[in-house]
C-alpha cells in the first residue's frame, strides 16, 4: 500500500529519514535501508538538511526507487529559483517518485557552506501552489504542460510556536491546506504535553498530521538542541536519564521508542523517524516501538 492510501486508510504510518552521503557511495545507505525495508512505508531524503552539503533529494529518491522503495522528495525554497524548482518537481514526476515535501530550508549561515547565497525565490506558501498549478498542468506561467505530475504532498508546522507566532502557523496551515496538501510533518517531539495542546487546535479531519521523532545521541546533544532550536523542548528528566545511563545510545533508543509508543496511543497519524548520520539504528527503534 502506497504513502497516500495509507494515509487515507488512516493507518498509522512510519516513515524514516535517511541522509544522502557527502559524495556518491550510495552503499552504506541502501544496506541500511534493506534492513528496515518491510517496516518503513516510505523513506524521505532529506534535501542538504542544515544546509550541509550533500547529494540531492532528488538523486537519492531516484536510487532507492530503482531499487523499489517507496520514498518522499524534499524539495527546498532556500537553494533554487522558480524555473529550477519546477524542472525539479517534473523531473521527480517523470522518475515516478509518489510522494513530495516542501520546506523552507534551514539558515544558509549554519552550514558548511556559509557564503553561499540565500534564493527563496518563491517562498513555501508559494512552492506548495507551484505544484498544485503543476498537477493541474499549467506551469507558473500559465503554460500547458505535456503531461504532469501526481503526488503526496506535504509540508511542515511547528507545533512549538507560541502566542502571535503560533496563529500565524496556524494561519500559514490553513493557506497550505487550501493547495491540497496531504499530510504535515512536525518539528521533534520530545514533550508530548505541548504536542498535545497544539493538536487541540487542528483539525485532522483536514490533513494527517505526521510529528517527526528524532534520535538522540547524547545528553550534551539533547540539552544543546533544547537550548538553542526553536520550537523544541526536551523534558529535564530525559537528559538526566541519558546522563545517567550505563549504555547511553541504548537509552536514546528506548527513549525514541517511547515517544513513539505516546504519539501512537495520542491517534496521531503516523511518526517519521530522524536517525542523523545513525541510520543503521533504525530497525532497533522500531522493535522498541513495537512496530
Known sequence: MRLKEKIASKKFVVLGEFEPPKGTDFSGLLKDANHARGRVDAFLVP???NAVLKAGSLGGCAFFQKEG?????????????????QADILAAGALGIPNIMAVAGEDIRHGDHPHARTVNDLNLVELLETIHKLQNGRDLAGIELRGCPRFCIGSTVDTGATGGVLEL????????????????????IFDIRRLEQFMKRVDTGQVAIIPTVLLLKSAGMARYIDRNIRGVSIPPEMIRNIQKASDRPKECINIAGEVIRHIKEMGMA??????????????????????
Open 47 to 49: 534535501e542538504m538538511a
Open 69 to 85: 522503495i517507496e520514498t518522499v522528495f524534499q524539495i527546498c525554497c532556500r537553494d533554487r529559483n522558480r524555473l529550477a524548482l
Open 169 to 188: 502557523e496556524l494561519e500559514g496551515l490553513k493557506k497550505k491546506i487550501e493547495f491540497g496538501i496531504d499530510y504535515i510533518i512536525t518539528n521533534p
Open 270 to 291: 503516523g511518526v517519521l523517524i530522524s536517525t542523523v548520520g545513525w541510520e543503521d539504528k533504525l530497525p532497533q527503534i522500531l522493535d522498541e516501538a513495537s512496530l
